[in-house]
């Protein structure tokens, strides 16, 4: 028991990702700092509000704000002038890639930062359009027969999973529910397999994956909505 809990701690930790920004980027703004500031706060207390805090540690910038552990989001936010020679506002963004992404274009539509899109081939304009609407109705299920299958449906036409995280995080799910299954049908590399023998170390086993998929699930479902709801728009693939 003590080591089967102590590989399902493990599991959890590792999914649970890094810590810091999977990636980051910055735009010059057309604002001075105080105002982009005001314009900030406004945005966030209608995209996530009361999900985001404001960081005293700001790395040299004016002022900065991070997503809080209830925001269906991952952002950290840091603005400020680059020297007082250069009295230009820099709009710092990290978080996970797909987030960044998604964040760009909010901030694009919402004119805080000037915004030259890097996917647009030459000089042919990108075309817009809104996102249509998710339901936990289906990707919960889908999560819990197979958190591969989770991750699909919250990747399909959402801006908020990028190619790479979502193969990434299907082959993770992929790869560890065969991994549990071979290890817990062993009785955690005490016996021989016998899937019939050990079925409960097995059900027990992949109920972790699927518990921490039906919170990422949830997350970027709620996020994708929240897109929705304030009528963003994003290149067409």
Do not use: C
């Not at 805090?53 to 840091?78: C, D, K, R, V």
């Amino acid at each position: 028991m003590g080591f089967s809990l102590r590989a399902a701690f493990l599991v959890l930790v590792l999914m649970a990702g890094p810590l810091g920004a999977d990636t980051f980027r910055s735009y010059e703004s057309p604002d001075t700092p105080e105002v982009l500031r005001w314009k900030l706060v406004a945005l966030l207390d209608r995209l996530d509000r009361n999900n985001y805090g404001y960081e005293p540690e700001t790395l040299g910038f004016s002022y900065a704000y991070y997503n809080l552990f209830s925001s269906p989001f991952s952002y950290n936010l840091y603005a400020g002038t680059v020297s007082a020679k250069q009295p230009v506002t820099v709009l710092r963004l990290e978080g996970n890639t797909g987030d960044v992404y998604t964040l760009s274009h909010v901030f694009r539509q919402e004119k805080l930062v000037q915004f030259e899109d890097p996917t647009a081939p030459g000089d042919q304009q990108m075309r817009y359009a809104p996102l249509d609407e998710k339901y936990h109705s289906i990707g919960q299920p889908l999560n819990w027969v197979a958190p591969w299958l989770g991750v699909l449906h919250s990747s399909y036409n959402s801006p908020r999973l990028t190619s790479g995280q979502t193969v990434f995080r299907f082959s993770m799910y992929l790869g560890l529910d065969a991994v549990l299954v071979w290890a817990a049908g062993r009785n955690w590399f005490r016996d021989k397999w016998d899937g019939q023998k050990y079925a409960g170390n097995i059900a027990a086993a992949l109920f972790v994956p699927r518990l921490v998929g039906a919170v990422q699930s949830f997350n970027q479902v709620r996020g994708h909505n929240r897109l929705v709801e304030m009528k963003y728009t994003f290149p067409v693939q």
